[in-house]
């Protein structure tokens, strides 16, 4: 048995980002309790933790078969004692106690539920909680008042807790190309995000605009939302204008994780007749948690949806969040690999930039420490090259 795990070590790499992980996962069972267990760490402000589970649970996702034994896993990266309790646990159990345990918790009931709202971040969440709001008509009825994007997000709970399929996603794609292409011809628009890599559901629409000519995209955004709120397509918007340039001497600080572009948070209203391939009644009873299928937002829905015809589905359009991110095009290969994900991918890649290269990647640029100086890229297989990297396409970064 020493020859086997020898072979599994040389062919899973440490860091995400030198291996390939497609959609294929063996492990599901093991994969989804270390999930859950990372989703409870990132809520509780553990994010070390978070990122544990998560390298854990993305060495899994890249076995070729399923795991049956626990030494077949000798040799393996990233699996810490803890990961390798809770396999262990599922193994021998059908099921992790801890993960078990957890999914019950009140307290990660309601963080799930709360941070189901779009807007409300693990903070806010912990912060209501503490106040004894569980739930949401528990936080309607509080005192507190919620801002612009928690309150869309409140109205539209039922809708953006539901996949956007990827015939949605396209339908989307098609008109923030018109848009697009009406404000500004031969600027080019580029599916990102999980859709780029093959996933057939997400929680988002992203999308990456420019133009080939550089500096014509300044100013773009404002006018794409203008005419998609000219339309009616848009519930709800939020743009934050590209701070990158306004920074001092060139390129600034590419270790900062922040980022720079000028991008657009929106939950867009898509029209009914525009979905295709709909099987909406069935998804909603399957993906609405027991506690929070009762919801229905009726104070609070002020459109044409009202409490009953919410109910019956009669509601003609469903809303669904979109990311907008625009970039000149000489930071387009970093912005297109940076915003395709996925987040562990992005993450081990920034890591192996700075530890084994002593580089620093942003979805801007890619700064080398050692020649100080910025490599430029026109595709992301020439920044995969810089890094020394063999190019893994999209749909092999689903880590
Ligand atoms: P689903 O939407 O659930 O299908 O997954 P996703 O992979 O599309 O995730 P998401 O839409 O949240 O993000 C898409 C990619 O954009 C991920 O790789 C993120 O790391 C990246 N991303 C999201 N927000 C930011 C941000 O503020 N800055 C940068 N640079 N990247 C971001
Ligand atoms: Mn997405
Ligand atoms: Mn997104």
């Known amino acids: 048995q020493v020859d086997e795990s020898k072979e599994v070590e040389s062919i ?47 060495v899994l996702k890249a076995l070729h078969s399923p795991v049956t034994d626990l ?86 709970y039922d809708d953006l807790n539901q996949p956007v399929t990827k015939a949605e996603g396209d339908t989307i794609g098609e008109i923030v190309a018109k848009a697009v292409m009406s404000v500004l011809p031969g600027a080019q628009m580029t599916l990102i995000g999980g859709f780029r890599r093959g996933k057939l559901t997400g929680h988002d629409v992203d999308f990456l605009i420019t133009h080939p000519e550089e500096g014509r995209e300044v100013g773009l955004m404002p006018k794409v939302v203008s005419w998609l709120e000219s339309k009616g397509f848009l519930l709800y918007q939020k743009t934050t204008r590209n701070s990158y340039l306004e920074s001092k ?30 099987k909406q009644t069935e998804t909603l009873t399957e993906d609405t948690p027991e506690d929070t299928c009762s919801l229905t937002t009726p104070s609070l829905v002020k459109d044409e949806g009202s409490e009953s015809t919410k109910r019956a589905n009669l509601k003609p359009w469903r809303a669904v969040r979109v990311d907008l991110v625009v970039s000149p095009i000489s930071q387009f290969a970093f912005a297109l690999l940076g915003w395709t994900g996925s987040k562990l991918f992005e993450r081990e890649l920034r890591r192996w930039a700075g530890h084994e290269k002593a580089m620093s990647l942003s979805s801007h640029a890619l700064y080398d420490n050692t020649q100080s100086k910025y490599l430029r890229a026109s595709s992301e297989e020439e920044i995969f090259a810089h890094l020394g990297l063999e190019y893994i396409p999209p749909s092999e970064r689903n880590a």
């Open 71 to 156: 030494l077949q896993l000798r040799g393996l990266p990233c699996l810490g004692g803890h990961s390798l309790r809770v396999i262990k646990d599922v193994l021998e159990n059908g099921a992790s106690s801890e993960v078990e345990f957890t999914k019950q918790s009140e307290r990660f009931k309601a963080l799930k539920v709360l941070t189901g709202i779009f807007g409300v971040g693990a903070k806010t969440a912990e912060r209501w909680i503490r106040e004894g709001i569980h739930s949401l008509p528990q936080l309607q009825d509080s005192a507190h008042t919620l801002n612009r994007a928690q309150q869309a997000g409140l109205e539209h």
């Open 249 to 278: 001497d060139g390129p600034a600080r590419p270790s900062s994780n922040m980022d720079r572009f000028e991008r657009c948070f929106s939950i867009f209203k898509l029209p009914e007749d525009a979905k295709q391939g709909t």
């Open 12 to 58: 899973v790499p440490s860091y995400a980002c030198q291996r390939r992980t497609t959609l294929e996962n063996h492990n599901t069972v093991f994969t989804d309790a270390l999930s859950l267990l990372a989703e409870n760490a990132e809520l509780s402000d553990e994010d070390g933790r978070g990122v544990a589970f998560r390298r854990a649970a993305a």
